[in-house]
Structures are given as structure tokens and as C-alpha cells.
């Protein structure tokens, strides 16, 4: 059976009201997303949007959420190409950093300015 979905267009991280410049400051900032204007009705909302890098799923999206509870074990998975560089400024910055090795495979877990757990792959050593 020829699957239905083709790719993914965006994925959605929960933030609590009033998070958009720590939003900002972690995903922007200490990730280097560029950010992108919400459509204007949807901007009333609150949250922000980033642009990932090309050949990526598109976009991710960070909406306010009123009943706020960090996501600790359901995550997105970043691919980067260095992720103890990565592990040391989120660190610095003050963020949770947990680092393990899989299958010969980096892996950096860091929590956002919410709780929000990310994962961060190298490839494979």
C-alpha cells in the first residue's frame, strides 16, 4: 500500500502564555532557527515559528499552550553536526544536558527554557 503522508510540514512544541522571548532566546538563540511571521490570525494566539534547515521537515512551531506541562519524554529529534559544542553552550546558559552514545550514534538530550525535552544527534562516530 502506497503510504498517504509524504513528508512532514511542521511539528509543534508547547509553551506556556507569555514564553515567546525565552521562546526566542533558546530556540533562536542557542539554536541559531531563524524565526518566521505567524499569519497575522494565527499570531493573536501568541508562540512563535522557526524555520529549519532545508531538507528538514519545514517548520517548527511553538504554540502557547493555557494548561502548560513540559513534554519529558515525547521529543524531536534534531540531526547536529556537533553536539558536545551544542552540550557546552546549553549548559553555560543554564539548561539541562544529558549526553549518552547509542549504536555508535551521539545523542544530546537538552531541555528548553520550559522543560521541554529535545534530543540532538550526531552521526553515526
Not at 33 to 57: H, M, V, Y
Request: glycine share 12%.
Amino acid at each position: 500500500m502506497k503510504p498517504l503522508v509524504s513528508s512532514i510540514v511542521h511539528v509543534q512544541v508547547a509553551i506556556p502564555e507569555g514564553g515567546e522571548d525565552k521562546a526566542r532566546a533558546f530556540y533562536g538563540g542557542l539554536l541559531g532557527l531563524t524565526e518566521i511571521p505567524k499569519p497575522s490570525e494565527l499570531a493573536k494566539r501568541g508562540g512563535c515559528w522557526f524555520e529549519l534547515p532545508e531538507g528538514t521537515c519545514g517548520q517548527l512551531h511553538l504554540g502557547v499552550d493555557p494548561d502548560f506541562r513540559p513534554a519529558r519524554k515525547a521529543h524531536v529529534a534534531f540531526l547536529t553536526a556537533d553536539g558536545a559544542e551544542l552540550a557546552e553552550r546549553a549548559r553555560s546558559q543554564g539548561h539541562e544536558v544529558v549526553q549518552e552514545q547509542a549504536d555508535g550514534t551521539e545523542q544530546v538530550y537538552i531541555c528548553d527554557s520550559f522543560g521541554n525535552r529535545l534530543e540532538f544527534m550526531g552521526r553515526e562516530a
